[in-house]
Structures are given as structure tokens and as C-alpha cells.
């Protein structure tokens, strides 16, 4: 079993940064690929970013392409989502998400989930 705690959102305007933390707890930290995913007002979950298990590949979702960075520290059992350039659009709740597979990830079929944490960007 794996444990996620997201934190770090919070109400930004447009134009500015957040940066989101996820800390795992549980089995060995380093084994696990790690993802972020967002669910705007009544939207469905959307990939946002993916990890690898040394944090060597990433993969991003175009909307996110050069605004967002994915990263993580093994050392304090932790992933991280910088976020740059906020859009209104980005406005969603942010799950942290772990598997054993870089590709499950990406894919949206992760098999521990975070519980969320809110951003709000006003225009």
C-alpha cells in the first residue's frame, strides 16, 4: 500500500505559479512511477504529467507543455508539480497518482490516488 498526501494549492491569478507536493508513505517510494491528474467542474480526470521511477522521463499533456515541470526527490519520498503561466482553464482539483509502470500512468490506470487539492486561478 501506498498513502499520497497532495498539498500546496490554493487561489493564484493568471499569469502566476503554485507548486504542488505529493508525499507517499508506505512501500518504497523509489519503485513507483508517479503522476499528476486534474478534474475541473464538471469535467472528467484529465492526465496531466508522469514521472518514471528515477524521475529520467517525464510526459507531459499538451495543454501543460511548457508551463508545468514534473519532479520528484526519493530521498524525502516526494513529487512535485511546478506550476508556471496559470491559465483560468487550469482551475481544477490536482490528484497525485503512483504505480509500478510509467506507461499506467500516462494511461490513467494508477493504482494509488491521492485525495486531491484544489487550484483556483482568477482572470
Known amino acids: 500500500q501506498v498513502q499520497l498526501v497532495e498539498s500546496g494549492g490554493g487561489l493564484v491569478q493568471a499569469g502566476g505559479s503554485l507548486r504542488l507536493s505529493c508525499a507517499a508513505s508506505g512501500r518504497t517510494f523509489s519503485r513507483y512511477a508517479m503522476g499528476w491528474f486534474r478534474q475541473g467542474s464538471g469535467k472528467g480526470r484529465e492526465f496531466v504529467a508522469a514521472?518514471?521511477?528515477?524521475?529520467?522521463?517525464?510526459y507531459y499533456a499538451d495543454p501543460v507543455k511548457g508551463r508545468f515541470t514534473i519532479s520528484r526527490d526519493n530521498a524525502k519520498n516526494t513529487v512535485y508539480l511546478q506550476m508556471n503561466s496559470l491559465k483560468p482553464e487550469d482551475k481544477a482539483v490536482y490528484y497525485c497518482?503512483?504505480?509500478?509502470?510509467?506507461?499506467?500512468?500516462?494511461?490513467?490506470?494508477?493504482?494509488?490516488w491521492g485525495q486531491g487539492t484544489q487550484v483556483t486561478v482568477s482572470s
Open positions: 514521472n518514471s521511477r528515477s524521475g529520467g522521463n517525464t
Open positions: 497518482a503512483a504505480d509500478d509502470a510509467f506507461g499506467t500512468i500516462v494511461a490513467g490506470r494508477c493504482t494509488y
